[in-house]
C-alpha cells in the first residue's frame, strides 16, 4: 500500500475510535425517512461531502454496494429501501471502522424495529481491488474517498466499480473538485489529501477519468461550495476555493460519438413550427425545456439557430434528459 494510503488509513483508524464531528468534510444529508431514527453515534462518525444515493436510485430492492462505510449510516438508509439478507455490502480496509459499525447496526436495530444487521454484509477489503464479483451489483457508491486517490489509483477504483457493476448499474460518487491549481506541496502532503482537502480534481478531468473507464452516461446531479484553504492556515500565496459535486455514471454502453455528460444545460424551442426535430433522436416542443446533454447542447448551438435557446451549465440535472 502507498505511503499515503497508509497514513489515510491511520486517519480513519483514529476517527472509527474516536468519532470526531466534521473531521474532513461538511457533514452528509441525513435523510428524514418515515421509521428510520439514525443513531447519534452514527451521526457523529458521518464522513462525507454531500450525499451519494438518492432515493430514487434504490427502487426494485437493487442490490448495493457502499465502499468506505464510515460509522455505517449511509449503508443503514439503503436498507431501508432493500431489506434482504446481504443485499447492501459494506467494505472497507480498516478493522477499526467495520468493528465500529458492527456495534452502530447493533444500536440501530434496538432504535429501527423493522431493521435486521443481516441486511448488511460487511468485507475487509479496499476500493483497488474490490472482494465482489463482476457484474454484481446494481447500485454502488462513496463519499468522499476517490478524492483521496492520486490519478493512478483513482483511475483503478473506477475500473474496479465498474467491473463490479451490472450493465445499467449505477455508480454514485460525491467529491471535492477545484478549478483552481493545487500547489504540488498541498497536493503531496499526505495528512491534508487524507482529510479531503489536497486531492480535489478540476471537475471536467474528474469526469474525463470516469467515462476513460466506459461508462456512457454521467450526470451531474449537484456542486456546492465545500471549503476554503487560506495563506493564514495553509502554505500558499492566494486562496483557493473547493466545492463538492454529486454524480452518477450509468453503465451503459459508450455511443460512437462519445459520452453524454449532463451537466444541467436546457434546450427551449420558441419557433413556429409544431415542433423541432434534430433528426438525431431529439424533438423540441415550442417552449417545452427539454435537459440535454453538453453533446446535444453543442450540437444544436451550432446550427445558429435564432430559435432555440440552450442555456449554460446549472451542475444540477435531475433527470429526464435527452439521451
Partial sequence: MSDYLETTKDVYKEAALTPDVGLCCTTTPVWELPGLTIPAKMLDMNYGCGSTVNPRDLVNNPKVLYVGVGGGM???????????????????????????????????????????SNFIELKKGDALNLPVPDSSIDVAAQNCLFNIFKVEDLKKALQEMYRVLKPNGRLVLSDPVCEYPMPENLKNDERLRALCLSGALPLKEYIDLITSVGFGTVEIRAKRPYRILDPKNYNIDEIIFIESVEVCAIKDPMPEDGPCVFTGKTAIYYGDQEYFDDEKGHVLLPNQPLAVCDKTANALGNLKRDDIFISDSTYFYDGGGCC
Fill in 74 to 116: 449511509e449503508l443503514l438508509q439503503f436498507s431501508y429501501f432493500s431489506r434482504e439478507k446481504g443485499n447492501i455490502i459494506g467494505v472497507d480496509v480498516v478493522d477499526e471502522m467495520l468493528e465500529a459499525s458492527v456495534d452502530n447496526f447493533k444500536e440501530a436495530e434496538t432504535a429501527n424495529d423493522w431493521f435486521d
